[in-house]
């Protein structure tokens, strides 16, 4: 965790999480309540919101904890009047709540379609709606950053309804940016590589081997820590970041450029074996 922030950079800020209770979301809340920001963070089940609330209120900061399921349009709108009553007008929001699970896509049900699309895609639109609609009546701006993931771009097999709600999810950052740019509300979103959380991790990485492989595709050779994604999260709800809006901070280590570069693979030898072979292709 960096130390070089001021301690005050997200003071009187109001900040929603949502799926705050666990793994990038509960870092990020306990960042942001450190960098002295109030804190609201929802989430399906009470418990793990609870612990959060309470680790957040142990190191001294300021935390509600509300359930609250995104998918659903009405519980959003209460979440947001609520969360308003406990702690005030809501500053800024992190469309961080995300389902997902590894499936062939000709197997997947249309229940599992609607489960992963719903709270990604619908959940972020309806939380942003909801702090683009107060923060427009009321012309104080406002900002919002989702997480996204860099196959939004690519596209990845097996993952194919998350990809698609990621990919949506850009292109509502994008879309706003322009649309709500001038009203003094700006919408970045982060494309994380791969973060070893309980949530994601459990559905998505099969046994350590694959563990493995996952992290050599990574040029620095190493997982993201979910503290390091919370400094750049709170980079980019700060002021320091005033003149971003509609942009997707890639954050894999290199991962995603990696996979794409033809030549990448001689990375995987040795660097003198790999001179060698250039060596004897020179012509005399
Ligand atoms: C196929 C599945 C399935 C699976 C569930 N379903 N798991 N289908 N393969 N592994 C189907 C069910 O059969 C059901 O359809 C439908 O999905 C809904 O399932 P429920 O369990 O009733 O729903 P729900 O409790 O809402 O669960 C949603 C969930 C679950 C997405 C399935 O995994 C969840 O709650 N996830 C939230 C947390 C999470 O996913 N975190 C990871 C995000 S990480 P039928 O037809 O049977 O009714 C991430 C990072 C990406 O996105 C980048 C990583 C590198």
Not at 89 to 98: G, I, W
Not at 147 to 168: C, F, L, N, Q, R
Not at 209 to 219: A, N, V
Request: proline share 5%; aromatic share 8%.
């Amino acid at each position: 965790m960096s130390d070089d922030f001021a301690p005050d950079l997200l003071a009187d800020q109001h900040i929603v999480v949502t799926g705050g209770g666990t793994g990038l979301g509960r870092a990020m809340a306990l960042r942001f309540a450190d960098l002295g920001a109030a804190v609201t963070i929802n989430g399906r089940r009470p418990e793990p919101l609870a612990e959060t609330v309470s680790d957040i209120e142990d190191a001294g900061g300021t935390a509600e904890g509300i359930s609250c399921n995104v998918r659903e349009p009405e519980a959003v709108q209460a979440f947001f009047e609520e969360a308003e009553e406990r702690q005030g007008p809501v500053t800024r929001l992190v469309n961080n709540a995300a389902a997902n699970f590894l499936a062939a896509t000709e197997d997947i049900s249309p229940n599992g379609f609607d489960a992963i699309v719903k709270t990604n895609l619908y959940g972020s639109f309806y939380c942003t709606q909801a702090c683009g609609r107060r923060w427009l009546d009321r012309e104080t701006g406002g900002v919002v950053l989702s997480i996204a993931t860099t196959y939004a771009e690519t596209g990845s097999a097996y993952v194919v309804p998350s990809a698609m709600s990621k990919a949506g999810i850009v292109a509502m950052t994008r879309s706003l940016a322009a649309e709500w740019g001038g009203e003094g509300v700006r919408l970045n979103a982060v494309a994380p590589g791969p973060f070893p959380t309980e949530g994601a991790w459990d559905r998505l990485v099969p046994g350590d081997d694959l563990e493995r492989k996952m992290r050599d595709r990574i040029p620095v050779e190493r997982f993201g820590e979910p503290e390091e994604l919370a400094d750049l999260a709170s980079f980019l709800l700060s002021d320091l970041s005033a003149f971003m809006n509609g942009d997707v901070v890639t954050f894999d280590g290199g991962e995603a450029l990696a996979a794409g570069g033809q030549f990448n693979t001689f990375t995987r030898m040795p660097r003198e074996q790999v001179k060698t072979m250039m060596e004897a292709l020179k012509p005399d």
